[in-house]
Antibody, heavy 120, light 110 residues
Framework: EVQLVESGGGLVEPGGSLRLSCAGS????????MNWVRQAPGKGLEWVGR??????????DYAAPVKGRFTISRDDSKNTLYLQMNSLKPEDTAVYFC???????????WGQGTLVTVSS | QSALTQPASVSGSPGQSITISCTGT?????????VSWYQQHPGKAPKLMIY???NRPSGVSNRFSGSKSGNTASLTISGLQSEDEADYYC??????????FGGGTKLTVL
């Protein structure tokens, strides 16, 4: 069974940084493409970005609101996905989900999410 | 880029069928067959119900089906059940190599 467990959320001041982690199990992590998706309180889903597996180059794609501020990376030896978030803004406040990618873009399996609150 | 357009709410009685539409543009829904649909119950993580317009992941009921015509995709739920009451989101990749979601549709089972 695929399991994804996010961690690292919390309260951070505007302009600050935070790194989220996502531990995967139950699948071959190194072969998996991965997404981050977020959901602001009471709002809809918003795609954050995608990281391909290293075998196909390990390249990333990002949503416009986070491009240049957020970085997605992976440590396949630890079966862990990361989301480094810099220059955080109040509008980045959301629950952040990591997901596996199915068929290039769809988010197949989801973690339970971790809450990030950006506030002074 | 604006979100895909979904109705804010739909409703139906048990046993009925409902359809949720998702309208985009030639740069997203109309460009590729990479439309997916997600179900989200309150306080839970979303669940993938349909991918690549009409494919069901293993374990998803065949009461759920997807289709697309031009810039509009649709999710149909047949034989409506109380447990289908949830929020539903459509999603598409774009010609900019990004992903865009719809605003979500609240399904009420009367």
């Amino acid at each position: 069974e695929v399991q994804l467990v996010e961690s690292g959320g919390g309260l951070v001041e505007p302009g600050g940084s935070l790194r989220l982690s996502c531990a995967g199990s139950g699948f071959t992590f190194s072969n998996a493409w991965m997404n981050w998706v977020r959901q602001a309180p009471g709002k809809g889903l918003e795609w954050v970005g995608r990281l391909k597996s290293k075998v196909v180059g390990g390249t990333t794609d990002y949503a416009a609101p986070v491009k240049g501020r957020f970085t997605i990376s992976r440590d396949d030896s630890k079966n862990t996905l990361y989301l480094q978030m810099n220059s955080l803004k109040p509008e980045d406040t959301a629950v952040y989900f990591c997901t596996t990618v199915l068929s290039f873009w769809a988010s197949g399996s989801w973690g339970q999410g971790t809450l990030v609150t950006v506030s002074s | 880029q604006s979100a895909l357009t979904q109705p804010a709410s739909v409703s139906g009685s048990p046993g009925q069928s409902i359809t949720i539409s998702c309208t985009g543009t030639n740069s997203d829904v109309g460009a590729y067959d990479y439309v997916s649909w997600y179900q989200q119950h309150p306080g839970k993580a979303p669940k993938l119900m349909i991918y690549d317009v009409s494919n069901r992941p293993s374990g998803v009921s065949n009461r759920f089906s997807g289709s697309k015509s031009g810039n509009t995709a649709s999710l149909t739920i047949s034989g409506l059940q109380s447990e289908d009451e949830a929020d539903y989101y459509c999603c598409s990749c774009t010609t900019s190599n990004t992903v865009i979601f719809g605003g979500g549709t609240k399904l009420t089972v009367l």
